[in-house]
């Protein structure tokens, strides 16, 4: 039973990964690599310049996730600490998949170096994955209001309906949150772990902090794609919010084959090649380079942790 567990969601990731490659076999059978280059030469510098602008800002937005969470815990660890294990928990995790190699593991060796308990790990892991699906609320929300009939560019690969009074739901939810923070509601007990409401001042910059992230990430596409049929930065980063959110219940890897399938039937008012340029771009910025760095960060990390570990 325990083999079962372990590898389901792996078998699960790799399925979606599959079947997605596959849709996207038939939506691309007639694109050729000479047309996917022409794209991505076609990006120009200045475009390069503000994709890499817009990812520093989404990471710096997950660093903002760490901080808060320190700070509900009322713990201090040094700022550049706390980025570079926000840094390297992101990277892994983006690449491999939170369901298969979860940041709560790079998170706990780091932050009990630095005198967490196990519990407190658990509590800022809670604390940051929350954060995150807030601000995923809070501009799906702001998105639908704005572009109401969003959903309905993708009803042919995904089961998802919604509307401005969908948005209006979703924002009432992110307030039913600052209210719980206002009254200081009684804690959520999950087994021996007490997860407190923040303090009101932690909440309002969460709200800050957390859409930030997703707008930079969002933007790294936005910028490399031309502006030839582009239907603007509200349309991509509804699109983005809907394709991150699929990858992550997909549980594949990297998101890959599942973001490039729903942006490319999200925006089919675009050359698919011009699509996939920038997806390679955000895969490029947003994931290769942080993750070839990450595995440098935690093979330094491991090795003075050795090295202590051997001090007489």
């Known amino acids: 039973m325990n083999y079962i567990k372990r590898y389901f969601w792996a078998v699960v990731g790799v399925a979606a990964v599959a079947f997605s490659i596959w849709l996207l076999y038939h939506e691309l059978r007639g694109l050729s690599l000479d047309e996917l280059w022409e794209s991505l030469a076609a990006i120009s510098v200045h475009a390069w ?3 890499i602008a817009a990812t520093l800002l ?9 901080h808060l969470a320190l700070l509900h815990l009322q713990r201090e660890v040094g700022w550049l600490y706390m980025t570079i294990c926000s840094f390297t928990t992101y990277a892994l995790s983006h690449n491999i998949g939170a369901s298969v190699f979860s940041g709560s593991v790079v998170r706990y060796r780091a932050y009990t170096a630095k005198g967490l308990s196990a519990a407190e790990v658990g509590v800022l892991v809670a604390f940051c994955s929350f954060t995150f699906a807030l601000g995923t609320l809070m ?3 702001i998105v639908l209001i704005i572009e109401p009939e969003l959903t309905e560019r993708f009803v042919e690969v995904l089961p ?7 948005g209006v739901m979703l924002l009432a939810l992110v307030g039913l949150y600052v209210l719980g923070s ?3 509601l009684r804690p959520l007990k999950l087994g021996k772990i007490e997860v407190h409401y923040p303090k009101l001042h932690i909440v309002g910059r969460q709200l800050l902090i957390a859409p930030l992230e997703l707008i930079g990430a969002a933007a790294i596409i936005y ?3 031309p502006e030839a049929g582009n239907p603007g930065f509200v349309i991509v980063l509804g699109i983005f919010l809907i394709s991150f959110s699929a990858a992550l219940l997909s549980h594949a890897p990297g998101g890959l084959g599942v973001l490039e399938l729903v942006f490319i039937t999200g925006l089919s008012e675009m050359d698919p090649a011009d699509v996939l340029a920038a997806l390679l771009v955000f895969r490029l910025l ?4 942080p993750f070839a760095l990450a595995l440098f960060v935690v093979l330094g990390f491991e090795r003075s942790q050795l090295a202590h570990d051997q001090e007489p």
């Open 49 to 51: 310049m503000l994709s």
């Open 58 to 66: 989404a990471y710096a937005a997950l660093a903002g996730y760490d």
């Open 139 to 141: 501009l799906t929300g």
């Open 160 to 166: 998802v309906s919604a509307s401005s009074a969908t």
């Open 182 to 184: 206002a009254l200081k």
């Open 223 to 225: 910028f490399a794609l």
């Open 286 to 289: 947003y994931l290769i380079i």
